[in-house]
């Protein structure tokens, strides 16, 4: 067990359909971080976010948003769902802003699009 | 993105010993090495990371050459709950990573 909280663990909705997937980082934890997992494109970086505020942007589409809360859960954001968009979505969190360390992900979320 | 080169898949007896190459030859200076190891589609668990040095915990050792291009990655007493996809990346943020497509590890009885 990581720490890491993620819900819904599975979710099937359809296209063209919201959807938001709620991460708890461990506790202490200011440095949030989501990833996708397609088949074919492995584990792509989204977006982090660190107390409260964007820190670094990777391969998140536009479609896609997020935001950290000020006790520090976040939540993802997924809007115009598309079929390609199902994958499963993990959060990871960490103490730090840079510098090394490791990042402790969650057990992620299971999204359908139909 | 990630800039490591693995093999797709590698086999290990259980009991011995498992050891991962990954290819790294353009690394920069300021570049970390990581591994990380993914079960069946769980969260992927941090196992060790290193600059220059070889370094070693519980989990497992990470040998780096002296010229940084390649590391290996050793699981010193491989059990079937080794059986994973292992990724070597690359990072100087210590953060951000790109995972590529790994090693799937199998750990055979």
């Known amino acids: 067990d990581s720490g890491v909280t993620q819900t819904p663990k599975h979710l099937i909705t359809a296209t063209g359909q919201r959807v938001t997937l709620r991460c708890s980082p461990r506790?202490?934890?200011?440095?949030v971080y989501w990833y996708q997992q397609s088949l074919d494109q492995g584990l792509q970086f989204l977006i982090q976010?660190?107390?409260?505020?964007?820190?670094a942007k990777g391969n998140i589409l536009e479609r896609f948003s997020a935001q950290q809360f000020p006790d520090l859960h976040s939540e993802l954001n997924l809007s115009s769902l598309e079929l390609g968009d199902s994958a499963l979505y993990f959060c990871?969190?960490?103490?730090?802003?840079?510098?090394?360390?490791?990042?402790?992900f969650g057990e992620g979320s299971r999204l359908t699009v139909l | 993105d990630a800039k490591t080169t693995q093999p797709t898949s590698m086999d290990c007896a259980e009991g011995r010993a498992a050891n991962l190459p990954c290819n790294h030859s353009?690394?920069?200076?300021?570049?970390?090495v990581y591994w990380y190891r993914q079960i069946h589609s769980q969260g992927p668990q941090y196992i060790i990371h290193g600059l220059k040095n070889n370094e070693t915990n519980e989990m497992a050792s990470l040998i780096i050459t002296e010229d940084r291009k390649s590391s290996t990655l050793i699981l010193p007493h491989a059990t079937l709950r080794d059986t994973a996809v292992y990724y070597c990346?690359?990072?100087?943020?210590?953060?951000?990573?790109?995972f590529g497509t790994g090693t799937s590890l199998t750990v055979i009885p």
């Open positions: 506790s202490g934890d200011l440095s």
């Open positions: 353009t690394i920069s200076g300021n570049e970390y």
């Open positions: 976010y660190y107390n409260g505020e964007e820190r």
């Open positions: 990346i690359l990072t100087n943020t210590g953060n951000q990573f790109y």
């Open positions: 990871a969190s960490s103490p730090r802003l840079a510098g090394t360390g490791e990042l402790f």
